[in-house]
């Protein structure tokens, strides 16, 4: 284990002696590197605020059932178990409540004041109801079951309108979604080029090293010891750029979130984007460092092989 680690301290060290030898080289290298990953983290950062203020809007929706007005109270009454057994299927902890219409007309005269056009009908114009509230809907699948229980309610004996309120989730949901696919289309894209500059960078050095490195193979180094610094050089290529490309993101934050505030205050509400946790971050840095070590990994292959 302790000549394991002590490979390995070499190896890094070797890899640290590379870039010193070429600081110029690798800092550009670092800098292409880092404006192609921005562009994904800033979409993931995008991504992750809307997802959080999507969570903050998804409250619970709720369907409204209404009878037709010519249901007697205790057929309307009735209707309850098999409505609440519909309901259940699609949505276990959903919650089933009985509207009268007299209790109807009382809160639609407190809230809008309109006693006095009542009065002038002569008779209450609202029907019996149901209030449904549902689980908190945050995905297009769950927007997708209450489609579907929106109609198998409306086919139950009696119902004459059912009207629900979750076409806002659902557009959030779908917008969502949609993101979410445009940064993966531009991860994976921007991943290619991470490849591709880690592939060139340690062939760049290979070929600065030939001959060093057929020296050492004469006297014995074996394909590992040759290699592992290469591994190293585009892990470090990778994860310094990540860092980089996370400083950008970040420091792009400040100005935005002014514009932002600026924006939100004609709405009357308060807005603005965070920066990703630090778990998400160290993942996008393994994630940066993995790209740079798979880049190394084929430029070794090919070219190192090669020419020993």
């Known amino acids: 284990m302790?000549?394991?680690?002590?490979?390995?301290?070499?190896?890094?060290?070797?890899?640290?002696?590379?870039?010193?030898?070429?600081?110029?080289?690798?800092?550009?290298?670092?800098l292409v590197i880092a404006i192609a990953l921005?562009?994904?983290?800033?979409?993931?950062?995008?991504?992750?605020?809307?997802q959080s203020v999507g969570g903050r809007l998804a409250v619970e929706p709720s369907i409204?059932?209404?009878?037709?007005?010519?249901?007697p109270r205790v057929a309307a009454q009735a209707l309850a178990p098999t409505l609440a057994g519909v309901v259940h299927q699609y949505a276990p902890q959903g919650s089933v409540a009985f509207v009268t219409r007299e209790a109807a007309l009382d809160t639609l005269q407190q809230k809008t004041g309109i006693a006095d056009a009542v009065a002038a009908l002569g008779e209450n114009p609202l029907p019996d109801a149901y209030?449904?509230?549902?689980?908190?809907?945050?995905?297009?699948?769950?927007?997708a079951r209450v489609d579907t229980l929106v109609a198998r309610l409306s086919a139950l004996p009696g119902v004459e309108q059912v009207q629900v309120d979750s076409a806002w989730v659902k557009r959030?949901?779908?917008?969502?979604?949609?993101?979410?696919?445009?940064?993966t289309l531009l991860a994976a894209t921007l991943a290619l080029v991470v490849v591709v500059v880690a592939f060139n960078t340690i062939r760049l050095q290979v070929m600065t090293q030939h001959a060093?490195?057929?020296?050492?193979?004469?006297?014995?180094?074996?394909?590992?010891f040759?290699?592992?610094?290469?591994?190293?050089?585009?892990?470090?290529?990778?994860?310094?750029?990540?860092?980089?490309?996370?400083?950008?993101v970040a420091a792009a934050l400040q100005p935005l979130n002014q514009a932002i505030a600026q924006f939100a205050?004609?709405?009357?509400?308060?807005?603005?984007?965070?920066?990703?946790?630090w778990q998400q971050s160290l993942l996008l840095l393994g994630a940066s460092a993995l790209l740079g070590l798979v880049g190394s990994a084929i430029s070794i292959h090919r070219h190192l092989t090669r020419s020993l």
């Not at 921005?38 to 809307?50: D, H, M, V």
């Not at 209030?131 to 927007?143: E, M």
């Not at 205050?265 to 946790?277: G, N």
């Open 2 to 30: 302790t000549a394991w680690l002590r490979h390995h301290l070499a190896a890094f060290s070797d890899a640290i002696q590379h870039i010193r030898r070429a600081k110029g080289s690798f800092a550009l290298n670092v």
């Open 38 to 50: 921005a562009l994904p983290f800033a979409g993931l950062t995008l991504t992750s605020n809307l």
């Open 64 to 71: 409204s059932v209404f009878l037709r007005t010519d249901t």
């Open 131 to 143: 209030i449904i509230t549902l689980d908190a809907l945050d995905t297009p699948a769950g927007a």
């Open 172 to 183: 959030l949901a779908a917008m969502l979604d949609i993101l979410r696919l445009l940064v």
């Open 212 to 224: 060093e490195i057929r020296v050492a193979r004469l006297v014995g180094a074996t394909d590992r």
């Open 226 to 248: 040759i290699y592992r610094p290469f591994y190293y050089l585009g892990a470090l290529l990778g994860i310094s750029a990540g860092a980089l490309a996370l400083g950008a």
């Open 265 to 277: 205050k004609l709405y009357a509400t308060q807005f603005h984007l965070t920066v990703l946790t």
